[in-house]
Each structure stands twice: as structure tokens, then as C-alpha cells.
């Protein structure tokens, strides 16, 4: 398998806090990759670094083998690289339908092809993935409407509208009911192997993501840990300790 | 324009007036943009009628002098007065809008500013006011350099207030209570600050710094109705360019405006000096933003 | 508007009732027609208003740029193009469009990376700036304006051509907007309001939509502009063509007062605000922008969520 993302020494500083020092990892195309690690450890600077909000202070970000590092998170995005949030963002005063459809990827076409109506077919995908997610019938809500976990179906169903190559996700589970847990673990695995969107997920929950995923990394103090299979990250000793705290 | 660029240039003396003379009017500014920052840091609120509230001050100070009362004596007494105005228009206006859309609170200071500059006007008329305080002025380089004491003490009054201001944040309980509010109000409310009374009493010493900078501006400048907005946006320029929680950055920028503007005043002709202080703060956000945008940010 | 429709009125019902009484209102009430004139150029004031502030989140106070040069630009090609009245009308209206979007499309480029507060008082600043510059630049007039031709008809008949013209600019950019609004444009204006972040992280072209939206209001204000300037005969920089205080001012009440973000939202809130300052403004005797002042206040603090959607939400109380 060929990587897709290679992330190499990146370095990012907020004033005198290193947020990320000399971070590497690489996603492969096909799989889900996992990143874990405690509170401020640096998962979601990096993943604002590889998205284009963060500037990147050192190292470099390949996305496909071409240089992202100081692209914007828009031009970033249309070469189908997407994220979540963990505080989900939506659009709140639109409908679910609408959010759908400002979703597809023709929508960041030039201003000519947005002077269109939203085609039949995309309002067809829409109400797919919609009904993918568990939203159907929520589809004339508006967004801000919906409670925290619906909302993060709806945001993930968003990205999948614009059919990313990559998807980073920023804790998928967080603050959803644990009943429904399971059914999000599906989802994403029907999306990795049925619609071939890689993934790079970060999650608090270790059960989830050690039946998620590939391949973890995990990260502290803004470095990168330890890097393997599920099985060998579990079980290294490094990790424990900076998830227990035994230093 | 490029005449009196090209005598700005060969005859030092003169640049030196124009720059100095600027500079000390820019301590004004720097009075109002004190204030401007505290509301903005602490409430969160672009105060559009940060300037009528200066051009108030002004009237204070005249209808005292008018009264017969020492120049002098107008600076506190309008400092006293817009105090009170302050948080007046705290307890009827601000505390609805405060914790909204950010938007929300620009309109309402914005009608609150058309409020207040037709009022004063329909009740001072449109005419430009002024008052003498008696003071004289200093000469220097032969008389090229006149400076009046009023701008002197302008300038020591606005680093005087900026002192006053740092050591207050700092060392007083109150000050304290303003910095907690502005880093986290919530976390204030649970730690038993009465974050209400904060608000109102920042929204007031905004007031009275307004307050004295307007009495300042009728004694070493003119004041008319509608001179207000200008006041408003050179605060704003102030703070975006120093930074919200920095004293010694507002004296900065509000004396380095002050120079700026007069110099600029001098070169384009007066008629164009309040079209360049609009000018110049689209200039400042445009730039700003550009900046921003080279480390992947914006302005916001 | 599914609130209207559950009235039984659609917007073709509405639309047709409009369309009538701007045909027939000019030839009813001949001695009103300015009035109604002035009122279809506030629909334009408050519909192109809306298209930034309601529907994009861009909220603007720089919008009387654009109808100032719209002013001018008609002035300027009138005094100087040596042409009959309705050609050189017709040039000054097609120079003053050109001149407006081009001044879009810079000060967009520049501005509308600007988010927040950053951007009302920047754009605040633009409108006075522009106001200053043509009260002190001698080739415009300097402060005493400028003077346009006399209409060349017979009495009384200027004032039923501007209210037509202006009748027939105001359902233009209403039925632009309308179907603007049902495109992927909209859709894509309405995603720059609720999280321009998530817009960009989507892959949006934000920035040509941006600028987009407001070329296109400054379009019509433009047009709009040499239309008024024309009926009054007469522009004053601070007064008329730059008149921030006023008509820069109104724009925003209206579209707030109506509903903003709303299709009906801005027409209505231009409607309210025309009839209750036509009937009741001349018993303030001179505390008129006094009361302006009071007006916005109260509106801001107390009815931010304007005609529309107190209708709205009062139909949701209903219903449940």
C-alpha cells in the first residue's frame, strides 16, 4: 500500500508552547490509521497543520507526494482531504438537505457552476447518506436543531457527501450516547471499505479505536510515541506510562 | 500637496511643529483608546459611541466655562459627568446587548452614537466650539514651535491615566475583578464576582476617560457634533494596531496617529485629513489581514 | 416561504399584487409618485443589504459607496459627455454599474477576507472616507455637489418616469436575488454565515463568492444611485451620494426591521420603515435623525429578530 499522507518533522508552536516537535507519521491509501494520546499531547494542532488552519513552523506535510504545508485549508480540501471537528461544525441556520447538498463536490466548483439549482441526483445522494447516518428524517430540520451526536452523524455524513480521499476524524465518539456506539464503528468501517475513504482517526476510547483501526500512532508532550499495529501499541510499555501517568 | 511635502521637508522647524503638535494631540486619542480597549477586552463590544461620548466631554467642559467655572476645573467635572453617563447607558443599553451577537452591539452603539451626535446637535447646534484655557504656550526654536500648555498637559495626563490604569488593573480589587471578567466571566460569576457591576463600572470609567478626553479636546482643539465618529475610529485604530490588554502599545499608537495625522493634514490639505483617518484604519485592517493570511489565519 | 404559503398566499400571489400596484400607484396617486419612487429605492437599498449581511454574514456599513458612485458617475458623464438627456442618462447609468463593481471587486479582493466586527467598522470606515474625498475633490464639486440636468418632459412627468424606473430596478434585483437564492449560491452564502471555517475546510471557493455577492449589490445600488440622483436633480456628498447617516443607515434598519436572511424580510422591513417615516416623520420637526438614533436602538436591542421571524416564531407557538 502506497502512502497516501506523509507527515514529516512537523513542528508547530503556539508562542513559547511547542505543540508539535518534529511529528512524523504516514497513512496509507486503504486504511484507517489511528491517532491516540493524552489531553494536549497535540492530535488536533497537528490535525489543524495538515488541514491548512495551523501554519506549519518546521517539517513538511505530503499529500499524495505534493507538498500541502503551506496550502489553506480550501485548496487543501478539493484535493480530497477532509476533517471533522470535535466540537462538530454544521450549518446550523440550514437545513439538513442543505447541508447536504452545499456538501457535494461540485459545490467548490467556479461561480458558473454554482449559479445552478441543486441537481435531482445530488438531493438523491444527499438523502442517502443521510439515511446512511440514521438522518432521514431529519432531513428538513435545520442543523443547529439536531442534538450533539446527531450532529456529528450529519457532520460525517457531510464529508462523505464530498467523497474525500483522506477523512481525518476528531473523535468520532466523543459525547455520544454509548449505546449507539457500535453503530458509528459500522459506519466508518462501510465508509473505509465500501465508499474507499482512507481514514485518520483520533479517539479518546480505546476500545473503539482498537477495533478500528490498522495502524495507531500514539503521541505525547507533542511527539510521536510509539507507532504500530493495535496489539504492539497496547501492549508497549511507553504507553501505558503516558496514559497512566506513570512517569 | 507635493509644495507643502517639499517645504515639510526643507524646512525642518516646521516639520518639527507639525510633528510635535501631533503627537501631543495623539495623547487624546490615547485617553479614548484606553477606554476603548477596556470595554472591548472586558464586555467584548466595539463601542461605536466611543466618540460622542468624547465630543460630550467637550460640551461638559464648555457649558462649565460658559457657567464661569476655571477652564481647568471642567476636566474632572467632565471626567464626573461621563462617568455617570457611562453607566447610564451601561444600565439601559449595553447590558441587553452584552453577551450577543457581536453584531448586535456594534448597531446599538452605532444608534446610540447617531443618538447622541443629533442630540448634540440640536441642542449645542452645529457650530465648532472651543475654549480658552488660559494657559499660554511654549516657544521653542524661535517661536517656529509653539506648543500649548494644554497639549503639554494633555500629554502628561495621558501617561498619567495609562500609569493609573496599569497599576489599577493590577493592584486594585476591582481592577482584579475587571481582569477575571475578561478572561473567563463565567469563571468570575462561580468565584462570587458580581459580574454585572463589573461590566457597568468598566462601561463608567470608560465614560469618564472619554470624558476627560473630550475636555482636553475643547481646550486644545475644536469640538463640533459631529467630530464623534473620527474620535471612534482613531480609538479603534489604536487598539487593533496596540493590541487590547496593552497600555503602553495604546500611548504608542495613539501619540504615533496623532503625528501621523497631522502630518497628514499638512501634506493633502486639512479638508482631507479626516478623509485619511478613515483611509488609513481600511489600510490598517486590510494589511492586518494580509499578514494573517500569510500564516494561514485572517483577521477576526 | 413556507409561512406565507400556509396563509394560503404564494410568492406569485404577492409578487402580482406588487407588480400592480407599482404599474397602477404612479397613475393613481400622480402626487405621490416621488414618495413611492423613494420607497422602491429603499426595497433596492434593503435587498442588496441583505444579500451581504442576512444571507452571507457579511454585515456592511460601507454599502452607500457603491450609490454614491452611482451618483457620480452619472453626474460626471452628464455634465461632460455632451449628450442628449435620456443617452447620457443611459451612459451614466451603464458608466456609474461598471465604476460600482469594479470598486467591488477591489475593495472585495481587499476587504472581504476581514471577518466579524473587523468588518462592519472597516466597511464603516470605507463609506465615510468616500464621503470626505468627494466633499474635498474639486472635479466632483467639491462640498457643493453637483448639479444634474433638467428632465427635458413637461412638468410632473419626471417624477412618474424615476418612480417607474426605479419600480422596474427593484423587481429586477428582486427576481436576481430570488432565484440567486435557489441556486447553489445561496446555499453556498447561507454556509459563509453559519461557519465560514467549515466553508473553507469544505472546499468552498469563498472568495470569489464573496466578492461575487457584493458586485452584484453594488451593481444594482449603482444603478440605483444615478436613477436618484437624477430625480432630485441635485448631489451633496455627505447628504445624498455618500449619506451614511441616512440612507447608509436605513439599509440595515430595513433589512433588520423586515427579517433579515429572509425573501420578504428586507421588501417588508423597506415598506414598514418608507410608510411610518412618510406619515410620521414630519410631526418630529427637526428631531427626525434624533429619533433615527432612538429607532435603532430599540429595534436592535429589543426586535433583532425583525417582522419575519417574530411572525415565524409565533406560528411555531401555534402549531405546538
Redesign the interface.
Known amino acids: 500500500m502506497s502512502a497516501l499522507l506523509e507527515v514529516r518533522n512537523v513542528t508547530r508552536r503556539f508562542g513559547g508552547v511547542v505543540a508539535n516537535n518534529g511529528v512524523s507519521l504516514t497513512v496509507r491509501q486503504g486504511e484507517i490509521a489511528g491517532l491516540i494520546g493524552p489531553n494536549g499531547s497535540g492530535k488536533t494542532t497537528l490535525f489543524g497543520c495538515i488541514?491548512?488552519?495551523?501554519?506549519v513552523d518546521g517539517g513538511d506535510i505530503l499529500f499524495e507526494g505534493r507538498s500541502i504545508a503551506h496550502l489553506?485549508?480550501?485548496?487543501?480540501?478539493?484535493l480530497g482531504l477532509?476533517?471533522t471537528w470535535q466540537q462538530t461544525?454544521?450549518?446550523?441556520?440550514?437545513t439538513c438537505a442543505?447541508n447536504m447538498?452545499?456538501?457535494a463536490r461540485?459545490?467548490?466548483?467556479?461561480?458558473l457552476?454554482?449559479?445552478?439549482?441543486?441537481p435531482v441526483s445530488t438531493r438523491r445522494k444527499g438523502d442517502d447518506l443521510l439515511a446512511f447516518a440514521g438522518l432521514h428524517e431529519k432531513r428538513g430540520d435545520k442543523a443547529g436543531s439536531l442534538s450533539f451526536g446527531q450532529q456529528k452523524l450529519l457532520e460525517f455524513a457531510?464529508a462523505l457527501m464530498?467523497e474525500p480521499k483522506l477523512l481525518l476524524l476528531d473523535e468520532p465518539t466523543a459525547g455520544i450516547n454509548p449505546t449507539l456506539i457500535n453503530g458509528l464503528i459500522d459506519r466508518l468501517r462501510r465508509a473505509n471499505t465500501e465508499l474507499g475513504v482512507t481514514l485518520l482517526v483520533i479517539e479518546h476510547n480505546m476500545r473503539v479505536i482498537m477495533n478500528l483501526a490498522h495502524r495507531i500512532t500514539c503521541l505525547a508532550h507533542g511527539e510521536v510515541l510509539a507507532e504500530g499495529p493495535p496489539e504492539a501499541v497496547r501492549a508497549d510499555a511507553r504507553v501505558l506510562d503516558a496514559y497512566l501517568g506513570v512517569a | 500637496m507635493l509644495d507643502n511635502l517639499s517645504l515639510f521637508v526643507q524646512y525642518p522647524p516646521l516639520a518639527a511643529d507639525v510633528i510635535l503638535n501631533g503627537l501631543l494631540i495623539g495623547s487624546i486619542f490615547a485617553l479614548a483608546a484606553y477606554g476603548m480597549a477596556l470595554v472591548w477586552g472586558v464586555l467584548n463590544i466595539v463601542n461605536v459611541v466611543q466618540g460622542e461620548l468624547v465630543v460630550l466631554g467637550g460640551y461638559v467642559t464648555f457649558l462649565a466655562v460658559q457657567a464661569g467655572l476655571p477652564p481647568l476645573l471642567g476636566l474632572p467635572l467632565s471626567a464626573a459627568v461621563m462617568f455617570c453617563l457611562g453607566w447610564l447607558i451601561y444600565r439601559a443599553v449595553i447590558f441587553r446587548v452584552v453577551d450577543k451577537d457581536i453584531f448586535i452591539s456594534i448597531l446599538a452603539t452605532f444608534g446610540l452614537s447617531i443618538l447622541f451626535q443629533q442630540l448634540a446637535n440640536a441642542v449645542f447646534g452645529s457650530d465648532v466650539r472651543t475654549v480658552d484655557a488660559g494657559l499660554g504656550s511654549l516657544h521653542l526654536l524661535d517661536g517656529t514651535v509653539t506648543l500649548s500648555h494644554v497639549k503639554l498637559l494633555a500629554f502628561a495626563l495621558a501617561l498619567g491615566a495609562g500609569g493609573a490604569l496599569w497599576l489599577f488593573l493590577r493592584h486594585a480589587r476591582l481592577g482584579q475583578a475587571i481582569r477575571a471578567t475578561a478572561q473567563n466571566p463565567r469563571a468570575a460569576r462561580i468565584l462570587g464576582i458580581d459580574t454585572n457591576r463589573v461590566y457597568a463600572m468598566t462601561y463608567a470609567l470608560n465614560g469618564a476617560l472619554c470624558g476627560a478626553a473630550g475636555s482636553l479636546a475643547v481646550m486644545a482643539w475644536t469640538i463640533h457634533p459631529y467630530v464623534g465618529l473620527p474620535y471612534t475610529v482613531r480609538s479603534f485604530m489604536v487598539v487593533v494596531v496596540a493590541g487590547v490588554g496593552n497600555v503602553a502599545g495604546v500611548v504608542g499608537a495613539g501619540l504615533g496617529l496623532g503625528a501621523l495625522e497631522n502630518v497628514a493634514g499638512f501634506v493633502f490639505g486639512v479638508e482631507f485629513q479626516i478623509a485619511f483617518v478613515f483611509a488609513l484604519m481600511v489600510v490598517i485592517l486590510v494589511w492586518r489581514n494580509a499578514m494573517a493570511a500569510r500564516k494561514r489565519g485572517y483577521l477576526e | 416561504m413556507n409561512l406565507l404559503s400556509a396563509s394560503h398566499l404564494s410568492d406569485w400571489h404577492i409578487m402580482g399584487a406588487l407588480a400592480l400596484a407599482g404599474l397602477a400607484g404612479p397613475l393613481l396617486l400622480p402626487a405621490l409618485a416621488t414618495q413611492i419612487a423613494f420607497l422602491w429605492l429603499m426595497v433596492v437599498f434593503a435587498l442588496t443589504w441583505d444579500m451581504l449581511g442576512g444571507r452571507m454574514g457579511y454585515n456592511s456599513f460601507g454599502n452607500i459607496v457603491f450609490f454614491g458612485i452611482g451618483c457620480y458617475a452619472a453626474a460626471v458623464v452628464q455634465r461632460d459627455g455632451g449628450l442628449p438627456y435620456f443617452e447620457g442618462l443611459a451612459s451614466g447609468l451603464v458608466v456609474g454599474a461598471v465604476a460600482a463593481v469594479l470598486a467591488a471587486l477591489v475593495f472585495g479582493a481587499a476587504m472581504l477576507g476581514i471577518r466579524g466586527h473587523y468588518f462592519a467598522i472597516g466597511t464603516l470606515g470605507l463609506g465615510i472616507a468616500a464621503g470626505e474625498i468627494a466633499a474635498g475633490w474639486d472635479y466632483v464639486g467639491a462640498g457643493s455637489g453637483m448639479a444634474l440636468p433638467l428632465y427635458p418632459g413637461e412638468l410632473g412627468s419626471r417624477e412618474i418616469f424615476f418612480c417607474y424606473s426605479l419600480f422596474a430596478l427593484a423587481a429586477l434585483c428582486f427576481l436576481v436575488f430570488r432565484w440567486l437564492y435557489g441556486t447553489r449560491f445561496g446555499l453556498a452564502l447561507n454556509a459563509i454565515r453559519d461557519d465560514h471555517d467549515k466553508a473553507d475546510a469544505m472546499g468552498l471557493r469563498t472568495t470569489p463568492i464573496k466578492i461575487f455577492a457584493w458586485s452584484l449589490s453594488a451593481f444594482f445600488l449603482a444603478l440605483s444611485g444615478g436613477l436618484t440622483a437624477n430625480m432630485i436633480g441635485f448631489i451633496d456628498p455627505r447628504d445624498v451620494a455618500f449619506a451614511g447617516a441616512t440612507f447608509g443607515v436605513w439599509m440595515v434598519l430595513m433589512a433588520i426591521l423586515g427579517g433579515k436572511g429572509t425573501l420578504w424580510g428586507p421588501v417588508l422591513g423597506a415598506f414598514v420603515f418608507h410608510i411610518v417615516q412618510e406619515l410620521f416623520w414630519t410631526y418630529l420637526l427637526g428631531w427626525q435623525r434624533v429619533a433615527l438614533g432612538l429607532l435603532i436602538v430599540v429595534i436592535v436591542v429589543f426586535f433583532p429578530q425583525g417582522i419575519m421571524g417574530w411572525w415565524a416564531a409565533r406560528r411555531l407557538r401555534a402549531t405546538s
Open positions: 488541514t491548512g488552519t495551523h501554519a489553506r485549508s480550501a485548496p487543501i480540501a478539493r477532509l476533517r461544525r454544521v450549518y446550523s441556520e440550514m442543505e447538498a452545499i456538501s461540485e459545490a467548490q466548483g467556479g461561480l457552476s454554482l449559479l445552478r439549482s441543486v457531510m464530498n
